[in-house]
């Protein structure tokens, strides 16, 4: 299978300070540090780590929203952060985003149909009357009304915000759609809903997805591969079953013992990892294994070097020194 | 969600007469409810209008406004006298006439009285509210034109621009309006169209200002980022995400600019800067009465109201717009 999307080695610091002379002594958040992916046409990559470890910075990189610091981002077999803006144009129309917050994503001044309509209008793509229909072709098609059209986003419900969303974000029939924690403002039965939507529509449009959350039991059902990261880093990266039945990072153990289990009779005995202390700081990481601070498996090596990310096991990357489950 | 002793949601449409029975704070709660409310297809701007309709002040504010603007359009035909016409200046009047001409107070014939050169003060002072009509709507949209377009960019864009702007907003920022206008007039020479120019340049820096602040905050919605995802240049984004939502508390300060605007334009006639004798304007019949202010003091309380109470309209039409705009602003600018 090709790949779709592939980031090699990409590195976003940010400065922390304002201004000229405060940005050069404050030193910089590392948000994203030499991060690199793949995903396969069709596919889903689960993408969960802990508030602020980059993930919704990773996703900025990848689209060009961000300049990112070094590093390439091969989309359709092209380097996108070296594109022309014009070349950049023709490739927005195949990458799209849908955002964790329903409330701040959609222009409380425009109309759903002006909402969805709006990339078809950037693009140039049909006239009116056919920008119209697919427009309410689309707004069916994630389960609103047509009649809906004309209505403004604050009369509605999370969860329908979010498929509004999601209908912009279909509207040029992209390649890759990459979901920031789509759902984690949602309430869990709507979750499930919103989730079953992005899978169906995955299935008839043939979609690839960067799914983002914080937490592992979000992405079990969608994901077909898992990357774990940790300030700013990718610790682990494996097929969805081969990281869920045997993980191998200590942090990604850590993270799987919060899922709680379906079978009771295991749920019981699940016990849970509750990791000591707060994520470092991103701007001062730790050194060698930035989790070391936190592992309950640390060794004197963890703090010096840094261990590279690398199968442990076939087509299962971790990046530790002492990995469970071998 | 339904409030005890009280109809449904559909009492709270607006269009509705609704009971003036409940106190401030219910009234706010509706209000929130309303807004949240999963009503039919509501406009945003008619839930300003709803609101806006409610303040008993803001409607005095409009409602002296309408009275204002109308007097202006139609001078010509409500003044009952040429308004330059004295009659000390005419061969054909008598001195005994002359003598009785002036200083008349409100008759039948001059229902506002004669000014010390025997003019109908009422003639004069319609003839007058265009200089302050036009004063309040040209520097407003001087400012305007300036201060989103800096406001914008220094909001929108940042960096270098954005300091550059700020520091150069502080400068005129310093100056109160009427000494920045002496200063600019000086240079320009007195005239109606200098007041224009020196009262609208001065105001752009708080336009700039206040559209900064808010470009800042509204740039950080997700909409504004999506937007960017789907390849949207700058000006649209600016435009169509950017403008209509941090466009409010522009429109509030604009309006009290209005009459800002009419105010400075009374002080920099005050001082004859500004519409030039004999023409009327309200600043230069208020220069010229406060003169007798000890003999007829009802002479300078004319063109006096007349401003005052255009100010306040202003400053009541742009109050009642901030609570309409955003409830949740109630309080700030
Ligand atoms: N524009 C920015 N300027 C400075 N620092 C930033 C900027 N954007 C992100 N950061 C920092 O980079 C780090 C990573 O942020 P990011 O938003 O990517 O985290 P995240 O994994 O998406 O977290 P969350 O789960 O809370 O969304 C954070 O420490 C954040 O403070
Ligand atoms: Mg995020």
């Known amino acids: 299978m090709a790949m779709l999307i592939e980031a090699r080695d990409i590195v976003k610091h940010f400065p922390v300070g304002k201004g000229l002379i405060l940005s050069r002594l404050g030193g910089t958040v590392k948000a994203v540090d030499g991060v690199s992916l793949q995903v396969e046409e069709g596919k889903t990559l689960g993408l969960v780590g802990e508030s602020g470890c980059g993930k919704s910075t990773l996703a900025r990189l990848m689209l060009r929203l961000i300049k990112a610091d070094s590093g390439e981002v091969i989309f359709e077999d092209r380097d996108i952060l070296k594109l022309p803006n014009k070349d950049m144009q023709a490739v927005r129309r195949s990458m799209q985003i849908i955002f964790q917050d329903p409330y701040a994503s959609l222009n409380p001044r425009m109309s759903v149909g002006a909402i969805v309509m709006e990339p078809m209008v950037i693009h140039g793509e049909g006239d009116k009357e056919s920008r119209r229909n697919r427009a309410i072709e689309l707004i069916s098609l994630v389960g609103l009304q047509p009649e809906h059209f004309a209505r403004y986003p604050h009369e509605f419900s999370g969860g329908q915000r979010q498929r509004i969303g999601v209908a912009r974000a279909l509207a040029l029939n992209p390649r890759l759609i990459i979901c920031d924690e789509p759902v984690s403002a949602l309430d869990v039965s709507i979750q499930a809903q919103i989730l079953n939507l992005l899978k169906e529509l995955q299935e008839d449009f043939n979609l690839t997805y960067i799914f983002i959350a914080h937490d592992l039991s979000v992405v079990r059902h969608i994901s077909d591969e898992v990357a774990v990261m940790y300030l700013g880093k990718i610790v682990e990266r494996a ?88 | 969600m339904r409030l005890p002793d009280h109809g449904g949601p559909e009492d709270l449409m607006p269009g509705k007469e609704q009971p003036d029975l409940l106190g401030p704070e219910i009234e706010e709660f509706e209000l929130e409810l309303e807004k949240e409310q999963i009503h039919g297809r509501t406009a945003l701007w008619s839930d300003v209008w709803y609101r806006l309709r409610h303040n008993k002040l803001a409607i005095v504010g409009i409602v002296i406004i309408i009275v204002l603007f109308l007097v202006a359009i139609f001078a010509p035909l409500l003044a009952t006298h040429d308004p330059l016409y004295s009659p000390l200046y005419d061969s054909t009047v008598s001195s005994a006439e002359k003598a009785g001409a002036v200083k008349q107070t409100p008759n039948s014939e001059h229902w506002l009285g004669t000014d010390q050169l025997g003019r109908d003060i009422y003639s004069r002072l319609v003839h007058g509210s265009r200089v302050s009509v036009e004063v309040g709507i040209v520097a407003v949209l001087i400012s305007l034109l300036i201060g989103l377009l800096f406001g914008a960019l220094a909001g929108y864009f940042g960096g270098w621009g954005d300091s550059v702007i700020m520091r150069s907003a502080d400068i005129f920022f310093a100056f109160p309006t009427v000494l920045g206008a002496i200063v600019i007039m000086t240079v320009l020479g007195p005239g109606l169209i200098n007041v224009f120019i020196a009262i609208g340049v001065l105001g752009w820096a708080t336009i700039a200002r206040i559209f900064r602040s808010s470009i800042l905050s509204v740039k950080e919605n997700e909409y504004v980022e999506a937007a960017r995802a789907m390849g949207a240049s700058h000006a649209r984004i600016i435009w169509k995400h950017i403008m209509p939502n941090s466009i409010q508390p522009i429109i509030v300060y604009a309006t009290m600019g209005v009459g800002g605007a009419i105010l400075a334009e009374a002080w920099l006639a005050f001082l004859g800067l500004g519409q030039q004798l004999p023409a009327p304007s309200w600043g230069n019949m208020l220069s010229e009465y406060l003169v007798y202010y000890t003999t007829d003091p009802w002479m300078m309380f004319i063109p006096g109201t007349a401003i005052v109470l255009s100010v306040l309209a202003f400053i009541l039409l742009g109050d009642g717009l901030r609570d309409a705009l955003d409830p949740r602003l109630k309080g700030s600018v």
């Open chain 1, 239 to 326: 097929e969805h079953d081969l990281l869920y039945s045997s993980p191998k990072h200590p942090y990604t153990v850590a993270l799987m013992s919060a899922v709680p289990l379906p079978d009771p009779e295991k749920e019981r005995e699940r016990k849970r990892i509750i990791l000591e202390g707060d994520v470092p700081s991103p701007i001062d990481p730790p050194s060698g294994c930035r989790f070391h601070t936190r592992c309950w498996k640390k060794r004197d090596i963890c703090a010096e070097q840094e261990p590279p990310l690398e199968d442990k096991a076939p087509g299962h990357l971790a990046a530790c020194f002492f990995p469970e489950n071998l």
